[in-house]
Each structure stands twice: as C-alpha cells, then as structure tokens.
C-alpha cells in the first residue's frame, strides 16, 4: 500500500509539473510569439523604402558555395520587386515571379493557402527578394577561375523572351554569354505542385577549356516568428549520402554543420508546414553546408558545391537540379519521392520517432477523409479502428481489472489477518494471485502500448498540413489551433478575451466530462491520496488539454466515450458489477459534517 501510495503521488506530482510547465511558461511564450507576429505583419504592410540593399559578390566561401557579404536588406517588398526585370510565376498553385538577376526564385506565393481561416485573409508568402528584411530565396549558379571568366552568380543579369511567363504547361528559357565564350542556357519548369527542374546547358565556343563548380542554396534572413516544439523539427534539414541529417537554427548559429564528398540526396530548410529545398544531380559529388552568416546581413543557408566540370572548347555539358519550394502535402512530397528517386524525401515532413505508426494513421485519416470530407469525422473513423484493433488487449486489461474487483473480498480478509505484517502480507497477496491464476500488472500492457499510438496521432494532427484548417463542426475551424472558445467569458456571450492560461473550451470541458465518467466506471481507491488523484486528474488534465490541438481533444473526449461501452461490455460479460452509477452518487452526495449525525 505505501508503495502504491509512492507511486501515485509520484504521478501526481508529475502531472503538476507539467501542468505548470504549460501554463507558467509555453502559454505565456505563445502569446508573446503570437504578438511578436502580428507586429511584424503590420510592420510588413506599412513599411517603406529606405535604403536600397547591395548585392552578393560571386566569390565562393572557402568551406562551401555561396556568395556572402550581402548589405542589410531595407527595401519595401514592392521597390524589391520593380528593382530588376522579372518573369512572372502562375500556376494552379504558385504565383509569383523569377528575378532576372541572379536567375533566383525570390517570389513566390502559395494560392492554396491563407495566413488565416478567412479565405479573405492574404495568401501564404514562401520567398521574398533578399533586398527585404524578410528575404528568403533559392538561387543557383556556378564558381568559376580566370579561365572561365565571369560565371553565372547573385548579380548577373541573365536575358529571357519578351513577354515569357513560367506555368505548368510553358518553361521559360533565360540565356547568359560571357566573355570567354561560353553560353549558359536555363531552362526552368514548373509542374502543377511545388516542384521546379533547372537544366543548365552550357556551351563553350572559347579557345580554352572550362572548368565549372555548380552551387545552390537556399537562404533566409530569419527564423519562423513562432518557435518549434520538441516535437516538430524546424530548420535545416536533408538527407546528405544516406544519412538523415537536421539541425536546428540555434545549433548551426553556433557552429556550421559541413559535409564533403557527398553523392546523392537533398538539403533544404523547412518550417512546419512549408520547405525549401534543393536536390542536385544524384551521381556528382558535392560538398554541403549548413551555415549562419553575420558578415552584413545575418541569414541562415543551406548550400552545396559540386566538383569541378570540364567544358572542353566546342563542347558543352548539361546539369540538371530540382528545387522543392512549397506547402508539405503528404501525397505530393511521397509523390516527388517516387517519381524523382529522391532518396528519403518523405523525411521531409517529420513523422517522428514512430514513423511507422505515423504516416500509417494520417493514410488511414486520409482514406476516411476523402470519403466523408471532414478531417474531424476521419478521426473519429480513425480511433474506432484503432480502438478495435487493440480490443483484444483492452479485453485482457479489463478482465484482468474484473478479477482484481472478485479478489476484494479475499484481500481484505488477508489484511485484516495479517494486520501491519506486510512481509506476509505481500507473499499471501502473490498466492493467491498464483492460485486464481491472476497477473496484476496484466492491465498496465495495453496502456503502455497505446501510448505510441496517442502520441502517433498528435503528431499526425500537429505537423501535416492537411490538418491545418481543417474544420470539423460548429465553432471549430481549424483542428489543428485550440479550441477558441472559453468558459471564462461565457463562450463568447461577454466582449473579452479571456486570457491564455485561463482559456477552456467546449471540447476541453467536454473530454474532462468523459474521463471524470471513465474513472467512475472503477471503485474508489480506499487509500486517501490514490482518491484525491482519482478526483482531481480529470480536471487537471481537463486544463491541461486547453491548449492543445482541437483534433486531439476531439480524439481523447471521444476515445473516452469508446472506452467506457467498451469497458462495461467487458465488465458485463465477466459477471462483474459496472461500478458507475453507484459512484456518481457516491460523488454527488453530500457528506455529513463531523458534529452531524
């Protein structure tokens, strides 16, 4: 019993924790992040020119690929834009534009998305010009000697038909000659996702043979306004040769992450719901690095560095890169993986530790999803499944539990013959467990195995993009955000906001409702601190749960409800008493104060 009663308290002091961790500390940061970006939203729609940003220089860096010493950036979006002659981007997913200088995708907006659930709101926007303070692009070019003349970098000016426009069905053709002879040709495609393919034909009418360095990158001037979580990686990321590698922005402002002689693979950055990324030709070896640059403007870069090609004079040599600038749909990114042979490129989206129960229950949301619509029924679909799949488990874990209820009587008649002897005790406990042929721990199995399953499902339900903004019904729009309504101000009947570490929803209210049931389907613990915690954990992860996904609590109030059918059948067909009711009322009555009688 103090064992029992160590271990309990031990729970409930890590509740605590945990409890507090979210409201004294990750609430009061969101809201600060949530501030911070709706300042840098207005600051972005008001500001204006001041001084126009220089240019990168088309040096190499000893350790990787790309120019540096870029100026701070200043420049209004809309000057940023009129600055060089561009080609406009319009596709079913994608609009933007290519600047010419450079031949870099610094442009680009994503049609599918909006900043809000108000399909009103602005679209997503993915790469804005490096003369902005927000800059974000790709860019690709090459490293040169003297031989080879001015090569292909920031700053060159690459030529492009009158009036070409890059869509689906039309690539557009950009040609650049330098003063040694040699043409570089690039065409640039788009298909109806997020996937571009650059192919540089590159032609050497000189005296003298060339060789070349092809590199790209892709660079950002900031972090995403809302910092990640421990359990979504932001940041940089690719598979280099055949290994997995990510690094976190915090990591690689302290020290560059580099690798040499790599064949194969792809690097990028990705933030939770959008990526970047760059795959190069698979059968030349590269260098790559991940990098913070200071020097001027500050700015995050993942870039690479192929060996040196030769152009010998009369001759010319084609490379072919991909760049991936877009939102992570998982069909389209399992898609592109298969299509381009990219080696690992659903990694991309972060299914976690339990990657294969992860992507396994978003296709099987995702199959209920295109059936019936809604992202909120497939999950509902989704943990019947589930819940039946482990049935069997649930059945031993509550007929274990029944049996343990019919040796009550039996255990209390050891206690009261062994009295404080708790040596004896314990041994006469586990004899009679042999001889009834019970395992008291039998019931703790299928609750330890379903724990890779619930955090499988929040995983699914906080980092795919399919999630976000997915209504289910009523007042819920967007399963991915909390629930927005609150008991503080009546659910919305009083003109306040009520603030984060108070915020408790319907559905929060409505999961605390179905685990208080839950809990009452078993007796009473005798022991006193086992009934607090029996009392008080639906409350407390009542509050706890506020803040979570609205899909996650949707899913745990209904795998209550579940629960409890599922349990009193079991309890039902093992002539074991269904301990509800008698508890609800064991609850609500009112008990006598000490001087009443």
Known sequence: ????????????????????????????????????????????????????????????QPSGAAPSGQAPATTSLADALAKNPRVAIDTVSLAGSINLAGARLD????????????????????????????????????????????????????????????????????????????????????????????????????????????????????????????????????????????????????????????????????????????????????????????????RFQADYKQEAVTVAPGQSIELKNLVFAGAKEVPVIDGYEATYQIPRFDRLIDWGWFYFITKPMFKLMDFFFRYFGNFGVAILLTTIVVKALFFPLASKQYASMANMKRMQPKMEELKAKFGDDRMGLQQATMQLYKDEKINPIAGCWPI??????????????????????????????????PDPTSFINLFGLLPFTAPTFLHLGVWPLIMGVTMFVQMRMNPTPPDPTQAMIFNWMPLVFTFMLASFPAGLVIYWAWNNTLSVLQQSVIMKRHGVKIELFDNLKGFFKRKPAPNEK
């Open 1 to 60: 019993m103090q064992n029992n009663r160590n271990y309990f308290i031990a729970i409930a002091l890590s509740v605590l924790i945990v409890l507090g961790w979210q409201f004294l500390y990750m609430n009061p940061r969101i809201e600060a992040q949530r501030k911070a970006e709706l300042a840098r939203k207005a600051a972005q729609q008001t500001e204006q020119v001041q001084t126009p940003a220089a240019g990168g220089t088309t040096t190499a």
């Open 107 to 298: 442009d680009l907006r994503l049609k599918g998305y909006h900043e809000t659930v108000d399909d009103s709101s602005p679209i997503i926007t993915l790469f804005s010009p490096s003369e902005t303070k927000d800059g974000y692009f790709s860019e690709i070019g090459y490293v040169g000697n003297d031989a080879t003349g001015t090569v292909p970098g920031p700053t060159t000016l690459w030529t492009a038909p009158e009036g070409a426009k890059l869509t689906e069905k039309t690539p557009v053709t950009l040609t650049y000659k330098n003063e040694k002879g040699l043409t570089f040709e690039r065409t640039i495609s788009v298909d109806e996702h997020y996937m571009f393919t650059v192919t540089d034909k590159v032609t050497n009418a000189g005296d003298a043979a060339a060789a070349l360095s092809s590199y790209g990158r892709v660079t950002r001037y900031n972090k995403p306004a809302v910092a990640s979580t421990y359990v979504l990686h932001e940041g940089f990321i690719g598979v280099i040769g055949d290994s997995l590698v990510e690094s976190k922005y915090t990591a690689v402002e302290e020290e560059p992450v580099t690798h040499t002689a790599a064949k194969g693979g792809w690097l990028g950055i990705t933030d939770k719901y959008w990526a970047a990324t760059i795959i190069p030709p698979q059968q030349t070896p590269y260098d790559s690095r991940f990098s913070h640059f200071t020097d001027g403007q500050p």
């Open 448 to 481: 330890l195995l379903q724990i890779p399953v619930f955090f499988a499902l929040y995983k699914v339900i906080y980092i795919t993009i399919e999630m976000r903004h997915a209504p289910f019904f009523g007042w819920i729009q967007d399963l991915s955000a």
